[in-house]
Protein backbone atom coordinates (compact mmCIF):
# COMPACT_ATOMS: atom_id res chain seq x y z
CA UNK A 1 0.00 0.00 0.00
CA UNK A 2 2.92 2.42 0.75
CA UNK A 3 4.32 1.75 -2.65
CA UNK A 4 2.00 3.67 -3.99
CA UNK A 5 -0.10 5.92 -1.56
CA UNK A 6 3.80 7.90 -0.56
CA UNK A 7 4.18 8.36 -4.47
CA UNK A 8 0.80 8.73 -5.79
CA UNK A 9 0.61 12.09 -2.74
CA UNK A 10 4.50 13.94 -3.47
CA UNK A 11 3.03 13.46 -7.52
CA UNK A 12 0.07 15.35 -6.74
CA UNK A 13 1.86 17.70 -4.68
CA UNK A 14 4.45 18.67 -7.08
CA UNK A 15 1.68 19.04 -10.09
CA UNK A 16 0.11 21.20 -7.56
CA UNK A 17 2.96 23.27 -7.38
CA UNK A 18 4.16 23.20 -10.93
CA UNK A 19 0.83 24.97 -11.38
CA UNK A 20 0.68 27.20 -9.28
CA UNK A 21 3.79 29.01 -10.75
CA UNK A 22 1.57 30.02 -13.51
CA UNK A 23 -0.88 33.14 -12.38
CA UNK A 24 -4.40 32.48 -12.76
CA UNK A 25 -5.82 35.48 -14.36
CA UNK A 26 -8.77 37.26 -12.53
CA UNK A 27 -12.35 35.92 -12.83
CA UNK A 28 -14.99 38.43 -14.20
CA UNK A 29 -16.36 40.74 -16.97
CA UNK A 30 -14.77 43.99 -17.94
CA UNK A 31 -16.02 46.91 -16.05
CA UNK A 32 -18.86 48.13 -18.31
CA UNK A 33 -18.15 51.91 -19.11
CA UNK A 34 -14.39 51.05 -20.19
CA UNK A 35 -15.72 50.37 -23.75
CA UNK A 36 -11.77 49.24 -24.98
CA UNK A 37 -11.34 46.91 -22.03
CA UNK A 38 -10.89 43.33 -23.11
CA UNK A 39 -13.62 41.15 -22.23
CA UNK A 40 -12.40 38.47 -19.54
CA UNK A 41 -13.85 35.16 -20.09
CA UNK A 42 -16.66 33.52 -17.68
CA UNK A 43 -15.41 30.80 -15.41
CA UNK A 44 -15.49 27.54 -16.36
CA UNK A 45 -16.27 24.26 -13.75
CA UNK A 46 -12.67 22.95 -15.03
CA UNK A 47 -10.82 26.22 -14.34
CA UNK A 48 -12.35 26.51 -11.19
CA UNK A 49 -11.63 23.06 -9.60
CA UNK A 50 -8.28 23.26 -10.86
CA UNK A 51 -7.82 26.85 -9.14
CA UNK A 52 -8.95 25.62 -5.85
CA UNK A 53 -6.60 22.70 -6.06
CA UNK A 54 -3.89 25.20 -6.95
CA UNK A 55 -4.73 28.06 -4.29
CA UNK A 56 -7.02 26.23 -0.66
CA UNK A 57 -4.99 26.51 1.95
CA UNK A 58 -6.61 23.13 2.81
CA UNK A 59 -3.95 21.21 0.94
CA UNK A 60 -1.33 22.89 2.59
CA UNK A 61 -2.00 21.91 5.96
CA UNK A 62 -2.20 18.38 4.34
CA UNK A 63 0.86 18.78 2.97
CA UNK A 64 2.89 19.89 5.96
CA UNK A 65 1.41 16.81 8.26
CA UNK A 66 3.23 14.77 4.81
CA UNK A 67 6.38 16.27 4.93
CA UNK A 68 6.56 16.14 8.76
CA UNK A 69 5.56 12.55 8.46
CA UNK A 70 8.36 11.85 6.45
CA UNK A 71 10.51 13.11 9.48
CA UNK A 72 9.10 11.19 11.82
CA UNK A 73 10.31 8.20 9.71
CA UNK A 74 13.99 9.30 9.61
CA UNK A 75 13.71 9.91 13.36
CA UNK A 76 12.59 6.52 13.91
CA UNK A 77 14.90 4.65 11.94
CA UNK A 78 18.01 6.72 14.04
CA UNK A 79 19.80 4.35 16.24
CA UNK A 80 20.23 5.44 20.01
CA UNK A 81 23.11 7.81 20.84
CA UNK A 82 26.50 6.69 22.29
CA UNK A 83 26.59 7.93 26.40
CA UNK A 84 30.27 9.07 27.25
CA UNK A 85 30.74 8.89 31.29
CA UNK A 86 33.04 10.21 33.76
CA UNK A 87 33.91 8.97 37.23
CA UNK A 88 36.10 10.08 39.75
CA UNK A 89 36.75 8.21 43.12
CA UNK A 90 38.40 10.38 46.28
CA UNK A 91 39.70 13.77 45.52
CA UNK A 92 42.93 13.52 46.89
CA UNK A 93 45.35 13.74 44.20
CA UNK A 94 47.70 10.53 45.41
CA UNK A 95 45.10 8.16 45.84
CA UNK A 96 42.20 9.16 43.43
CA UNK A 97 41.09 7.06 40.69
CA UNK A 98 39.50 8.35 37.22
CA UNK A 99 37.26 6.37 35.23
CA UNK A 100 36.64 7.49 31.63
CA UNK A 101 34.13 5.18 29.25
CA UNK A 102 31.05 5.03 26.67
CA UNK A 103 28.59 2.67 26.12
CA UNK A 104 26.58 2.28 23.32
CA UNK A 105 22.87 0.49 24.17
CA UNK A 106 22.37 -2.55 21.53
CA UNK A 107 18.72 -2.61 20.70
CA UNK A 108 17.55 -6.09 20.22
CA UNK A 109 14.76 -8.20 19.03
CA UNK A 110 14.02 -5.74 15.73
CA UNK A 111 12.82 -2.60 17.93
CA UNK A 112 13.97 -0.63 14.88
CA UNK A 113 12.47 -2.26 12.32
CA UNK A 114 9.17 -1.88 14.07
CA UNK A 115 9.68 1.34 15.12
CA UNK A 116 10.19 2.14 11.53
CA UNK A 117 7.03 0.04 10.19
CA UNK A 118 4.93 1.91 12.73
CA UNK A 119 6.30 5.60 11.36
CA UNK A 120 5.91 4.30 7.86
CA UNK A 121 2.39 3.25 8.72
CA UNK A 122 1.70 7.13 9.63
CA UNK A 123 3.01 8.73 6.83
CA UNK A 124 0.54 6.46 4.28
CA UNK A 125 -2.14 7.84 6.29
CA UNK A 126 -0.83 11.36 5.86
CA UNK A 127 -0.55 10.61 2.15
CA UNK A 128 -3.86 9.32 1.91
CA UNK A 129 -4.96 12.44 4.02
CA UNK A 130 -3.95 14.65 1.56
CA UNK A 131 -5.43 12.49 -1.55
CA UNK A 132 -8.78 12.75 0.22
CA UNK A 133 -8.40 15.87 1.12
CA UNK A 134 -7.94 17.04 -2.81
CA UNK A 135 -10.48 14.72 -3.71
CA UNK A 136 -13.18 16.39 -1.05
CA UNK A 137 -11.79 19.67 -1.99
CA UNK A 138 -12.90 19.28 -5.47
CA UNK A 139 -15.73 18.14 -4.67
CA UNK A 140 -16.90 20.54 -2.68
CA UNK A 141 -15.77 23.34 -5.74
CA UNK A 142 -18.18 21.68 -7.88
CA UNK A 143 -21.25 21.35 -5.74
CA UNK A 144 -20.40 25.26 -4.84
CA UNK A 145 -20.04 25.82 -8.21
CA UNK A 146 -23.50 24.69 -9.43
CA UNK A 147 -25.02 26.32 -6.22
CA UNK A 148 -23.62 29.94 -7.88
CA UNK A 149 -24.57 28.63 -11.12
CA UNK A 150 -28.17 27.72 -9.94
CA UNK A 151 -28.32 30.99 -7.94
CA UNK A 152 -27.39 32.90 -10.80
CA UNK A 153 -30.76 31.21 -13.17
CA UNK A 154 -32.41 32.14 -10.64
CA UNK A 155 -31.31 35.76 -11.08
CA UNK A 156 -32.42 35.69 -14.64
CA UNK A 157 -35.56 34.50 -13.37
CA UNK A 158 -36.16 36.87 -11.13
CA UNK A 159 -35.49 39.08 -13.77
CA UNK A 160 -37.55 37.79 -16.64
CA UNK A 161 -40.05 37.82 -13.58
CA UNK A 162 -39.67 41.60 -12.80
CA UNK A 163 -39.82 42.40 -16.75
CA UNK A 164 -43.42 40.19 -17.25
CA UNK A 165 -44.53 42.21 -14.00
CA UNK A 166 -44.00 45.39 -15.37
CA UNK A 167 -45.69 44.53 -18.56
CA UNK A 168 -48.94 43.31 -16.61
CA UNK A 169 -48.59 46.93 -15.28
CA UNK A 170 -48.50 48.61 -18.79
CA UNK A 171 -51.32 46.15 -19.94
CA UNK A 172 -53.27 46.95 -16.78
CA UNK A 173 -52.21 50.80 -17.22
CA UNK A 174 -54.14 50.94 -20.90
CA UNK A 175 -56.87 49.25 -20.30
CA UNK A 176 -57.97 51.51 -16.63
CA UNK A 177 -57.72 54.17 -19.32
CA UNK A 178 -59.75 52.57 -21.58
CA UNK A 179 -62.13 51.87 -18.84
CA UNK A 180 -62.27 48.15 -19.11
CA UNK A 181 -61.49 47.43 -15.74
CA UNK A 182 -61.63 49.18 -12.89
CA UNK A 183 -57.66 51.10 -10.74
CA UNK A 184 -57.64 48.17 -8.72
CA UNK A 185 -56.45 45.89 -10.84
CA UNK A 186 -53.42 48.79 -11.90
CA UNK A 187 -52.83 48.40 -8.24
CA UNK A 188 -52.74 44.64 -8.15
CA UNK A 189 -50.36 45.19 -10.79
CA UNK A 190 -47.83 47.17 -9.61
CA UNK A 191 -47.83 45.13 -5.84
CA UNK A 192 -47.19 42.30 -8.19
CA UNK A 193 -44.65 44.18 -9.87
CA UNK A 194 -43.42 45.32 -6.19
CA UNK A 195 -42.62 41.72 -5.30
CA UNK A 196 -41.07 40.77 -8.15
CA UNK A 197 -38.72 43.32 -7.87
CA UNK A 198 -38.22 41.84 -3.76
CA UNK A 199 -37.40 38.60 -5.44
CA UNK A 200 -35.08 39.95 -7.90
CA UNK A 201 -32.99 41.30 -4.50
CA UNK A 202 -33.44 38.27 -3.00
CA UNK A 203 -32.03 36.44 -5.53
CA UNK A 204 -28.60 38.68 -6.26
CA UNK A 205 -28.28 37.96 -2.60
CA UNK A 206 -27.96 34.41 -2.71
CA UNK A 207 -26.09 34.60 -6.23
CA UNK A 208 -23.69 36.56 -4.53
CA UNK A 209 -23.40 34.41 -1.54
CA UNK A 210 -22.87 31.20 -3.79
CA UNK A 211 -20.18 33.62 -5.35
CA UNK A 212 -18.56 33.77 -1.97
CA UNK A 213 -18.34 30.38 -1.06
CA UNK A 214 -16.98 29.56 -4.17
CA UNK A 215 -14.39 32.40 -4.03
CA UNK A 216 -13.21 31.31 -0.25
CA UNK A 217 -12.82 27.68 -1.84
CA UNK A 218 -10.65 28.70 -4.82
CA UNK A 219 -8.96 31.82 -2.24
CA UNK A 220 -9.78 34.41 -4.73
CA UNK A 221 -10.58 37.85 -3.89
CA UNK A 222 -13.95 38.63 -2.81
CA UNK A 223 -16.33 39.80 -5.42
CA UNK A 224 -13.43 38.65 -8.18
CA UNK A 225 -16.28 36.12 -9.54
CA UNK A 226 -19.10 37.74 -11.41
CA UNK A 227 -20.22 35.50 -14.14
CA UNK A 228 -20.24 31.32 -14.55
CA UNK A 229 -19.78 29.09 -17.42
CA UNK A 230 -21.93 26.04 -17.41
CA UNK A 231 -25.07 23.93 -18.06
CA UNK A 232 -27.25 23.08 -14.99
CA UNK A 233 -29.35 21.32 -17.44
CA UNK A 234 -26.22 18.82 -17.67
CA UNK A 235 -27.13 16.28 -15.16
CA UNK A 236 -24.64 13.94 -13.57
CA UNK A 237 -25.31 9.81 -14.51
CA UNK A 238 -26.82 8.20 -11.33
CA UNK A 239 -24.26 5.35 -10.01
CA UNK A 240 -25.28 2.00 -10.31
CA UNK A 241 -25.28 -0.45 -7.43
CA UNK A 242 -22.59 -2.43 -9.60
CA UNK A 243 -20.65 0.59 -9.93
CA UNK A 244 -21.21 1.45 -5.90
CA UNK A 245 -20.00 -1.83 -5.09
CA UNK A 246 -16.65 -1.50 -7.08
CA UNK A 247 -16.04 1.97 -6.16
CA UNK A 248 -16.43 1.31 -2.51
CA UNK A 249 -13.16 -0.55 -2.05
CA UNK A 250 -11.21 2.59 -3.21
CA UNK A 251 -13.18 4.85 -1.41
CA UNK A 252 -11.03 7.25 0.99
CA UNK A 253 -12.72 6.68 4.37
CA UNK A 254 -12.33 2.86 3.66
CA UNK A 255 -8.54 3.01 2.67
CA UNK A 256 -8.02 4.76 5.48
CA UNK A 257 -9.50 2.50 8.16
CA UNK A 258 -7.68 0.04 6.46
CA UNK A 259 -4.63 1.78 6.62
CA UNK A 260 -5.14 2.20 10.61
CA UNK A 261 -5.49 -1.82 11.07
CA UNK A 262 -1.93 -1.97 9.16
CA UNK A 263 -0.60 0.71 12.06
CA UNK A 264 -2.71 -0.97 15.10
CA UNK A 265 -0.68 -4.54 13.40
CA UNK A 266 2.34 -2.66 13.28
CA UNK A 267 1.92 -1.08 16.52
CA UNK A 268 1.03 -4.50 18.23
CA UNK A 269 4.25 -5.80 16.60
CA UNK A 270 6.15 -3.10 17.94
CA UNK A 271 4.89 -3.86 21.86
CA UNK A 272 5.78 -7.54 21.24
CA UNK A 273 9.52 -6.30 19.82
CA UNK A 274 9.52 -4.12 23.26
CA UNK A 275 9.62 -6.91 25.58
CA UNK A 276 12.94 -7.97 24.44
CA UNK A 277 15.47 -6.66 26.76
CA UNK A 278 17.90 -4.50 25.22
CA UNK A 279 21.97 -4.69 26.00
CA UNK A 280 24.32 -2.37 26.94
CA UNK A 281 27.87 -2.08 26.37
CA UNK A 282 30.66 -0.58 27.49
CA UNK A 283 34.44 0.06 26.85
CA UNK A 284 36.63 2.74 29.26
CA UNK A 285 39.73 3.37 31.02
CA UNK A 286 40.58 3.71 34.53
CA UNK A 287 43.59 5.55 35.89
CA UNK A 288 44.93 4.29 39.73
CA UNK A 289 47.08 7.41 40.86
CA UNK A 290 47.88 5.42 43.76
CA UNK A 291 49.36 2.07 41.77
CA UNK A 292 50.38 4.71 38.76
CA UNK A 293 48.77 2.83 35.99
CA UNK A 294 46.24 2.59 33.75
CA UNK A 295 43.54 -0.06 33.30
CA UNK A 296 40.95 -1.27 30.60
CA UNK A 297 37.43 -1.09 31.80
CA UNK A 298 34.67 -3.45 29.73
CA UNK A 299 31.04 -3.44 30.79
CA UNK A 300 27.90 -5.54 29.73
CA UNK A 301 24.48 -4.76 31.13
CA UNK A 302 20.98 -6.39 30.65
CA UNK A 303 18.07 -4.97 32.37
CA UNK A 304 16.17 -8.52 33.78
CA UNK A 305 12.73 -9.05 32.95
CA UNK A 306 11.62 -10.14 36.34
CA UNK A 307 8.25 -7.82 36.71
CA UNK A 308 7.90 -5.16 33.55
CA UNK A 309 7.77 -7.60 30.22
CA UNK A 310 5.43 -5.39 28.33
CA UNK A 311 2.48 -7.36 29.34
CA UNK A 312 -0.15 -4.51 29.73
CA UNK A 313 1.38 -2.80 26.37
CA UNK A 314 1.15 -5.55 24.25
CA UNK A 315 -2.60 -6.16 25.55
CA UNK A 316 -3.53 -2.40 24.86
CA UNK A 317 -2.17 -2.41 21.50
CA UNK A 318 -3.77 -6.20 20.69
CA UNK A 319 -7.46 -4.25 21.37
CA UNK A 320 -6.79 -1.26 19.56
CA UNK A 321 -5.77 -3.73 16.62
CA UNK A 322 -9.38 -5.31 16.81
CA UNK A 323 -11.00 -2.05 17.70
CA UNK A 324 -9.18 -1.07 13.88
CA UNK A 325 -10.70 -4.28 12.41
CA UNK A 326 -13.88 -3.94 13.58
CA UNK A 327 -14.15 -0.14 12.78
CA UNK A 328 -13.14 -0.67 9.08
CA UNK A 329 -15.59 -3.40 8.36
CA UNK A 330 -18.51 -0.59 10.14
CA UNK A 331 -16.69 1.84 7.65
CA UNK A 332 -17.50 -0.26 5.00
CA UNK A 333 -21.26 -0.73 5.68
CA UNK A 334 -21.82 2.77 7.00
CA UNK A 335 -20.78 3.73 3.42
CA UNK A 336 -22.36 1.80 1.25
CA UNK A 337 -25.64 2.45 3.13
CA UNK A 338 -25.07 6.45 3.06
CA UNK A 339 -23.95 6.19 -0.59
CA UNK A 340 -26.91 3.89 -1.68
CA UNK A 341 -29.12 6.20 0.44
CA UNK A 342 -28.08 9.25 -1.91
CA UNK A 343 -27.77 7.35 -4.83
CA UNK A 344 -31.65 6.76 -4.83
CA UNK A 345 -32.17 10.20 -3.66
CA UNK A 346 -30.09 11.54 -6.73
CA UNK A 347 -32.41 9.21 -8.63
CA UNK A 348 -35.36 10.67 -7.33
CA UNK A 349 -34.42 14.21 -8.10
CA UNK A 350 -33.27 13.47 -11.37
CA UNK A 351 -36.87 11.86 -12.12
CA UNK A 352 -38.18 15.73 -10.43
CA UNK A 353 -35.90 17.40 -12.93
CA UNK A 354 -36.73 15.43 -16.11
CA UNK A 355 -40.76 15.59 -15.03
CA UNK A 356 -40.39 19.32 -14.45
CA UNK A 357 -38.79 19.56 -17.69
CA UNK A 358 -41.00 17.62 -19.93
CA UNK A 359 -44.62 18.00 -18.77
CA UNK A 360 -44.93 20.71 -16.00
CA UNK A 361 -42.84 23.79 -17.05
CA UNK A 362 -44.31 23.63 -20.81
CA UNK A 363 -48.00 23.42 -19.40
CA UNK A 364 -47.04 26.11 -16.95
CA UNK A 365 -45.69 28.52 -20.03
CA UNK A 366 -48.38 27.92 -22.15
CA UNK A 367 -50.93 28.47 -19.52
CA UNK A 368 -49.43 31.89 -18.52
CA UNK A 369 -49.55 33.26 -22.02
CA UNK A 370 -52.56 32.11 -22.82
CA UNK A 371 -53.83 33.76 -19.98
CA UNK A 372 -51.86 36.79 -20.57
CA UNK A 373 -52.87 37.55 -24.24
CA UNK A 374 -56.40 36.47 -22.98
CA UNK A 375 -56.32 39.83 -20.44
CA UNK A 376 -54.73 42.18 -22.97
CA UNK A 377 -57.65 40.95 -25.13
CA UNK A 378 -60.12 41.35 -22.11
CA UNK A 379 -61.01 37.85 -22.11
CA UNK A 380 -59.65 37.10 -18.66
CA UNK A 381 -58.96 39.27 -15.32
CA UNK A 382 -56.06 40.01 -14.30
CA UNK A 383 -56.45 38.04 -11.28
CA UNK A 384 -56.41 35.03 -13.73
CA UNK A 385 -53.26 36.30 -15.76
CA UNK A 386 -51.26 37.27 -12.57
CA UNK A 387 -52.13 33.42 -11.16
CA UNK A 388 -50.61 31.62 -13.81
CA UNK A 389 -47.98 33.92 -14.17
CA UNK A 390 -47.27 32.94 -10.50
CA UNK A 391 -47.50 29.23 -11.21
CA UNK A 392 -45.31 29.35 -14.20
CA UNK A 393 -42.18 31.17 -11.95
CA UNK A 394 -43.10 28.68 -9.03
CA UNK A 395 -42.51 25.50 -11.39
CA UNK A 396 -39.26 27.22 -12.52
CA UNK A 397 -38.19 27.90 -9.41
CA UNK A 398 -38.99 24.34 -7.73
CA UNK A 399 -37.08 23.45 -11.45
CA UNK A 400 -34.03 24.86 -10.65
CA UNK A 401 -34.26 23.80 -6.71
CA UNK A 402 -34.36 19.90 -7.45
CA UNK A 403 -31.49 20.71 -10.12
CA UNK A 404 -29.10 22.22 -7.14
CA UNK A 405 -30.08 19.10 -4.96
CA UNK A 406 -29.23 16.96 -8.07
CA UNK A 407 -25.82 18.67 -8.18
CA UNK A 408 -25.14 18.48 -4.36
CA UNK A 409 -26.08 14.41 -3.71
CA UNK A 410 -23.87 14.00 -7.00
CA UNK A 411 -20.82 15.53 -5.38
CA UNK A 412 -21.88 14.22 -1.92
CA UNK A 413 -21.14 10.61 -3.88
CA UNK A 414 -18.39 11.93 -5.53
CA UNK A 415 -16.88 13.11 -2.25
CA UNK A 416 -17.49 9.49 -0.48
CA UNK A 417 -16.27 7.04 -3.17
CA UNK A 418 -13.86 9.39 -4.88
CA UNK A 419 -13.32 11.27 -7.75
CA UNK A 420 -13.94 8.93 -11.25
CA UNK A 421 -10.66 8.07 -12.71
CA UNK A 422 -10.53 9.15 -16.34
CA UNK A 423 -8.26 7.85 -19.32
Same mark, same amino acid.
Given at each position: ??????? @???? &????????????????????????????????????????????????????????????????? %???????????????????????????????????? !???????????????????? #???? @????????????????????? !???????????????????????????? /???? $???????????????? /? $???? *? $????????????????????? =?????????? %??????? =??????? !?? *??????? &??????????????????????????????????????????? $????????????? =??????? /????? #????????????????? =????????? @? *?????? &???? !??????????SFLDALDAQRTWLQVRGQYFAAVAQVHRHAAEIERLLGPVERP
Amino acid at each position: MRRFLVP @LACA &ALTSSLARAQTPVPPVGPAPAHDQTAPRVQALTLERAVQTALQRNPQLRVATAELEASAGAVRQA %DLAPNPVLGLEQEDTRAGTRTTTAQISQTLELGGKR !AARVMLAQRAQDLAALDLLT #RRGE @LRALTVQAFFDALTAQERVQV !AEESLRIAGTGVDAAARRVTAGKVSPTE /ETRA $RVAQSGARIELRQAEA /E $RSAA *L $RVLAALMDAPDGSLQRLDGDV =DLLPVVPSAA %DIAARLE =DAPSVRR !AR *LQVQQAE &AGYLLARRQAVPDVTVGLGAKRAQELGRTQAVLTVSVPLPFFD $RHQGAQLEALRKR =DAAQASA /EAEVL #RLRSEVLQLADWLQARK =DEVEILRRE @L *LPGARS &AYEA !ARIGFELGKFSFLDALDAQRTWLQVRGQYFAAVAQVHRHAAEIERLLGPVERP
